[in-house]
Every structure is written in structure tokens, then in C-alpha cells.
């Protein structure tokens, strides 16, 4: 039903640019919201210190790896030793504490794949999740964070393939489509082959982690790297092309996985990722940075994966063709 297809990009692809930055103007974050989850941040610290010392509370997700859009819900990641509790018990003991603090709507999920406790802060009106110990979202926060210091372009261009992923429902894993994770990771990967990005796990390393037996290493002086891309001028529209155009028209979906960690398109079979494991499928492969075992398309399964190609597709073409591609691409499903 999907064809290969190799075609030039519309010569007029430019024009459009004042429309897609406007778009990814009105989805930043203003400095008055950062600064409200930075003092979240720390009246939750304070709070969670005054039982537990030792425990460390960090902002991970978009809030923190900066492709959060305004008044999204913050990510939060309690770190914390104990050897004597269970996650489940410092899950209600965490959900205690925040009740002695004044905090609304707590809810103590425990039995959630991922266990958290939700609440509200009624003094800055923001919604949060708590996890525990998943150092593992904390360290691929900061390398999303990383590599979004190199070039602007990725900034924005993933800004705008999360904005059409909500607007058309293909950004629900709870569905079988694929989590923001995933869309910057690939605007990250089509950065690297088209040279605008480095591959930074592949540099030599200035920051290495060892988190649940994996080693995360990689070069995080990006400072150092923000001429980078500079001999490629293509704008984000024409990325904005090239992403769609690649996923409808060019990946094999049969064959490649991608893969930042290496900067290249990797082979399905040397993943072992070519048939179903478990609920596994493996329809598109994206490999996790850090847990290399982990393909971030495993929650796509045979019917969704259809919906994403069509969609891909939709958005190809409407980039293509279409005389406002900035208002079509994101019409509601
Ligand atoms: P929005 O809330 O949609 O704006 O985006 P988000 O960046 O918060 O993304 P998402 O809810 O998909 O994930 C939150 C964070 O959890 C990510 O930034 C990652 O750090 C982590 N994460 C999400 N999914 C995975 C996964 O499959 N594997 C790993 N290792 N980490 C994940
Ligand atoms: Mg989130």
C-alpha cells in the first residue's frame, strides 16, 4: 500500500517559514512559567528534605529537556536510597508527606507500570507527577537538553512535529502511537544525517553516569559545538519536508532502526528486532539512547502503525501540495 518514493521538495517551501515560527513562538513557554516550576521545585525539595535528607528531587521530561510546551504538566523524579522500602512504600510515604504540605489533589498510583503520585500545587497552579528512581529519564533529559544547545533548529523544528502529533492523535502510546520521546528523537536523528547535529555518544566523553548497570557517557561541553551545523542552511521548513517526507517515503520500515546513539541507521536483524517478542512488534524502530535493548516504537502495533504511515503520509503531501501547509497540517483529527 506504501510506495518508495523520491521526489525534489517544492521550490516555495520558504515562504512558509514566518508561518511555522509564529506557530513555534505561541508554544514556548513563557519565563514567568519556567520560573513557577522552578519554585515548585524547590518547595517540594524542602519538603521531601525535612524526612528524608538524602533523597534529591529532579525535573525530568519536557519541563527540563527543553521541548516542553507552555502549561504542560511537570515531570518530577525522586531519588532516593533506601534499602529498607519498597517503591510502592515510598510511594504512599511521599503521598503522606505532600498531604502534610498543603498540596491538592494527591494521588497515590501505585500500581501504574511506572509508579507515581499526582498532585497539584495550589500556589503556582501547576499539575506534577513524582516518580522514584528513574535516573534513567533524568540522564536522557539532559542529553535531549544537550543536543538541543547545538543548533536552534532542532528546538524548533521538534516543537512543531509534537504540535502536529497532538493535533492529529498520534502522540498516545496509551493507543499504540508514539510518545514525545520518541519524535525528538527522530528530529535528532534526521539532524545528524543531515550533519546539522553530531552524533555526541560517539565523541569523546566529558559526563558518564553508570545508572542501573548501563553506562551513559557521551560529550556534553555543547558550548563548544554551536557552529556546528553552520555549512547546512537548510530552514525548518524544508526540515520540517524532509522529516515527513522520510518517514511516509524513504525508512524502511522492514529493514532499519534508527539510532542517535550512533548517528547512523542501523540494521532490524543485528537487533534482533525482526520479529514479535511478547507484545513487542517492532513495526518502526527507534533505538533508546542509553537502554540499547529498548525500541521506543515497541508500543506500535499492527493497526496503529497503519495510522501513523497514513499520517506521515498526510503530512508529506500536505507539505508537498497544499497552498497552507501551516494551518492544514494541524487540523484536528
Ligand atoms: P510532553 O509531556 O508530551 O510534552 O513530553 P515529554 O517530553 O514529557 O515526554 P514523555 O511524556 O514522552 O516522556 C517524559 C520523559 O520520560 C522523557 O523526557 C524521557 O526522559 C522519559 N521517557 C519517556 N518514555 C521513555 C521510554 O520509553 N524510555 C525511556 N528510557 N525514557 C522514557
Ligand atoms: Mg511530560
Same mark, same amino acid.
Given at each position: 500500500r506504501f510506495q518508495r518514493r523520491n521526489r525534489p521538495c517544492r521550490y516555495d517551501i520558504d515562504q512558509f517559514m514566518p508561518s511555522f515560527m509564529s506557530i513555534f513562538e505561541s508554544l514556548v513557554p513563557s519565563d514567568e512559567e519556567i520560573s513557577k516550576q522552578k519554585q515548585l521545585l524547590t518547595a517540594l525539595s524542602r519538603l521531601i528534605n525535612k524526612e528524608w535528607p538524602n533523597a534529591k528531587l529532579y525535573l525530568y521530561g519536557s519541563c527540563a529537556n527543553s521541548f516542553g510546551f507552555s502549561n504542560s504538566d511537570i515531570d518530577l523524579c525522586l531519588s532516593i536510597d533506601d534499602k529498607e522500602m519498597s517503591k510502592v512504600d515510598i510511594i504512599l510515604k511521599l503521598a503522606d508527606i505532600l498531604h502534610a504540605g498543603n498540596l491538592q489533589n494527591i494521588q497515590a498510583l501505585?500500581?501504574? !507500570?511506572v509508579p507515581i503520585v499526582k498532585l497539584k500545587d495550589p500556589n503556582t497552579g501547576l499539575s506534577c507527577d513524582i516518580c522514584v528512581n528513574n535516573l534513567l529519564a533524568v540522564v536522557n533529559t539532559k542529553l535531549l537538553r544537550d543536543y538541543s544547545q547545538i543548533d536552534k533548529r532542532l528546538r524548533q523544528l521538534a516543537f512543531i512535529v509534537k504540535h502536529w502529533a497532538k493535533s492529529r492523535c498520534v502522540n498516545e502510546t496509551y493507543r499504540g502511537t508514539l510518545s514525545s520521546y520518541a519524535y525528538v528523537i527522530m528530529c535528532i536523528h534526521l539532524l545528524q544525517l543531515r550533519g546539522i547535529l553530531p552524533c555526541l555518544q560517539e565523541m569523546d566523553p566529558t559526563y558518564y553516569v553508570t545508572v542501573d548497570n548501563n553506562t551513559c557517557a557521551y560529550f556534553d561541553q555543547v558550548d563548544k559545538l554551536n557552529s556546528y551545523g553552520a555549512q547546512n542552511k537548510d530552514t525548518v521548513s524544508k526540515l520540517l519536508w524532509t522529516f515527513f517526507h522520510y518517514w511516509a517515503y524513504q525508512h524502511d520500515y522492514t529493514k532499519d532502526a534508527i539510532s542517535i546513539r550512533t548517528g547512523r541507521i542501523i540494521s532490524k536483524h543485528m537487533k534482533d528486532w525482526t520479529r514479535r517478542v511478547g507484545n513487542d512488534r517492532h513495526l518502526i524502530c527507534i533505538e533508546d539512547?542509553?537502554?540499547?535493548?529498548?525500541?521506543?516504537? !515497541?508500543?506500535?502495533?499492527k493497526r496503529s502503525i497503519w495510522t501513523l504511515r497514513e499520517e506521515f503520509e498526510r503530512a508529506a503531501n500536505i507539505l508537498q501540495y497544499d497552498p497552507n501547509p501551516s494551518v492544514t497540517l494541524f487540523e484536528p483529527y
Open positions: 501505585t500500581r501504574a !507500570r539512547p542509553f537502554e540499547t535493548s529498548h525500541d521506543l516504537g !515497541r508500543v506500535v502495533d
